[in-house]
């Protein structure tokens, strides 16, 4: 190959590698100037991707001052009768120290309600004592007016499996009808028979709805 041919493709060779080096050291820098990625998704990317929550998770609580600290609504109705039905299966008593602290209507309602749904789990006579407690409160304090009657509805239509109570107006001959107690009593015996009794020698004390409630269990 003559001298000049040789130099030629010599030259070219050189500037072939040189070119080569640059674009290698080009890339490089631009590699060396972007952040190095840290394993982490963008906030956007992340909740897209991200399973939903479940519906009113934020507000599921099972601690009645959670409960008590929630909004007014049905989420504080319904945390507030979870959170007391708990309460009421460990300690009864306990349930009523707590609702002697309550002073809003709708709450101590929501209350009484968690409370006597779990006393129909407690034994017949501890379930009817939790009544009897109510009573006494109801006689002292005005503002309690209706909690005894609230208190035996619930407990009576936890009794009945959560069916709802519709009041039958019994007359005795010529006599008033019985009382919203005594009519639950009656009530109470086509589910539990020996629990109407209990109810009616522990809560019934008037002329005629104790025998009315204990006639009707006899007859059953």
């Known amino acids: 190959m003559p001298r000049d041919q040789h130099l030629v493709y010599s030259g070219l060779a050189v ?3 040189a070119t080569c080096v640059f674009y290698f050291l080009h890339d490089r820098s631009r590699m060396d100037s972007t952040p190095a990625f840290n394993g982490s998704l963008n906030t956007d990317s992340r909740s897209s991707s991200a399973e939903p929550k479940a519906a009113g998770s934020n507000n599921v609580t ?6 008590l ?14 959170s ?5 299966l460990k300690s009864a008593e306990n349930a009523l120290l707590e609702l002697q602290k309550i002073q809003n209507a709708s709450d101590r309602g929501a209350f ?3 409370m006597f ?11 009817i004592e939790l009544i009897k407690r109510i009573s006494k409160r109801e006689s002292v304090d005005s503002k309690s007016e209706g909690e005894y009657q609230l208190a035996m509805r619930t407990l009576a239509e936890a009794w009945h499996g959560g069916a709802p109570f519709a009041p039958q107006v019994v007359w005795i001959g010529k006599q008033k009808p ?5 009519d639950l009593g009656r009530w109470i015996a086509g589910e539990r028979l020996d629990t109407s009794v209990t109810w009616a ?10 025998p009315a409630v204990l006639a009707n269990a006899a007859a059953s």
Request: aromatic residues 4%; without cysteine; charged residues 25%.
């Open 84 to 88: 007391t039905y708990e309460l009421t």
């Open 15 to 17: 500037a072939a590698a």
């Open 117 to 127: 749904t779990a006393a129909a789990q407690l034994n017949d006579r501890d379930a």
């Open 201 to 210: 020698n522990e809560l019934l004390g008037g002329p005629l709805d104790r």
């Open 112 to 114: 009484l309600r968690g």
């Open 69 to 82: 600290a929630l909004p007014f609504g049905l989420d504080r109705r319904q945390n507030l009768e979870r």
């Open 178 to 182: 019985l009382s919203l107690a005594g």
């Open 62 to 67: 099972s601690s009645l001052a959670e409960a």
